[in-house]
């Protein structure tokens, strides 16, 4: 098996790509280790020293690490892990095996408006997030405000702020003049 990975935006954050499905459908963050319960490769992976978070998708495993730790003291244990995790035969997530489409549900008024928020997120911005190893989800809508959760990479990220900013802001607010600002939301 070779893992290849790649570096993200996040300085704090690696990409892990296993070569093969890690979550079927959806994703999985796991902020903290004692968040990791159900995920058998979460579990592994936080097991090394200096791991602060684990994000899965469909190809995928994105970690997080302490700033007082260094890549190259840990990357060859994080690799071990995920190894040894798909050589097990044991699902990346225990019980039904996928993770969550990752939007918040909505209730109100405001229902078209959020619907075409999240098809805009689904189909123009979770997708290249997606490439640095991350994930944006909605979170709520109120007064011209799109609240969202930012995971794996792009939580923490440097850039973060200025792609919230800069770019998906301005992209809901080309297609829905009623998006008057982006907020992120914490977990």
Sequence with gaps: MFIQTEST?????LKFLPGQ???EMGTADFPSADT??????A?????????????????FVTVTKADAMDWDHIKPAILGAVMEHFQSGQPALEGDGAGNGGHAEHTGEDGAIVNQI????????????????GDITFHGFER??????MQGACAGCPSSTLTLKMGIEN??????????EVRPVAA
């Design 9 to 13: 935006p996040n300085p704090a954050t």
């Design 21 to 23: 499905t890690v979550l």
């Design 36 to 41: 990791a319960g159900k995920s058998p490769l």
């Design 43 to 59: 579990n592994r992976i936080f097991a090394v020293d200096g791991v602060t978070g684990v994000f899965l998708g469909n190809d």
């Design 118 to 133: 999240k098809e805009l997120l689904d189909t123009r911005v979770r997708p290249a997030v997606a490439q640095d190893g």
């Design 144 to 149: 011209g405000v799109v609240y969202l959760h």
């Design 171 to 180: 992209l809901l607010r080309h297609y829905i003049p009623e998006v008057v």
